[in-house]
């Protein structure tokens, strides 16, 4: 069974600081992966995604994600934190013969002070 | 281009009582699917459509939920009776079809069953 794990349920960056959300997955066959962020009673919102190809996957908002299969990892990076990215940050996988449902993990909430 | 509509937008029931909610997809898109997503976890799915027949409804709690999707447009959710354990959001999300495409989230029914 396809699971997710995200390190840390809150994470606290000063505004300008490195953003690094942590997300590991448990998938038998190659998974395909999400990033999405869902602020305060709103829908989430995709920020990037690895189906194949590249592993370095660009997203929206500045982020990026890298696709380590020998880590199964999915980390989450911006290299420059903004008040506006503040919000709840949820890694997601989704199996190629599972008719496209996502698995999401627990969700980190990002914090920005100034 | 209209996102994924829900109502109501808010809901509080006392146990044991009913509740239906409404979902509204993007025009044209084929695949929708019901979330729930209970206070400080990641959305968990309950029920996936293809046009008007289920893809999968593994972790739909049948006794008390159902939903249909009778012309494979929009879709009603129901909880007859809820539970207090109940209380969460439910999140309905559209796409163009099955695979890894990008899910389209409405801003979810916040349901508190007192």
């Known amino acids: 069974a396809q699971s997710v794990t995200q390190l840390g349920s809150h994470v606290s960056v000063s505004e300008g600081a490195l953003v690094l959300l942590r997300c590991n997955y448990s998938?038998?066959?190659?998974?395909?992966l999400f990033w999405y962020v869902q602020y305060p009673n709103q829908g989430l919102q995709l920020l990037l995604k690895y189906t194949t190809g590249a592993t370095l996957v660009k997203g929206i908002n500045g982020f990026e994600a890298e696709f380590k299969k020998s880590e199964t990892s999915f980390h989450l990076t911006k290299p420059s934190a903004h008040m506006s990215d503040a919000a709840e940050y949820f890694c997601a996988v989704s199996i190629d013969n599972q008719g496209g449902k996502l698995i999401f993990g627990q969700g980190t909430e990002l914090s920005v002070k100034p | 281009e209209a996102g994924v509509a829900q109502s109501p937008r808010y809901k509080i029931i006392e146990k044991r009582q009913s509740v239906a909610f409404w979902c509204n997809p993007i025009s044209g898109h084929a695949t929708l699917y019901w979330y729930q997503q209970i206070l400080g976890q990641g959305p968990k799915l309950l029920i996936q459509?293809?046009?008007?027949?289920?893809?999968?409804d593994s972790q739909l709690p049948k006794d008390r939920f159902s939903a249909e999707r009778l012309k494979g447009v929009d879709s009603t959710l129901k909880i007859q009776p809820a539970k207090l354990e109940d209380s969460a959001v439910y999140l309905c999300?559209?796409?163009?079809?099955?695979?890894?495409?990008?899910?389209?989230f409405g801003p979810g029914t916040r349901l508190t069953v007192t």
């Open positions: 999300a559209s796409s163009p079809g099955l695979g890894p495409y990008e899910q389209y």
């Open positions: 459509f293809q046009n008007n027949g289920v893809v999968d």
């Open positions: 998938s038998s066959v190659p998974p395909y």
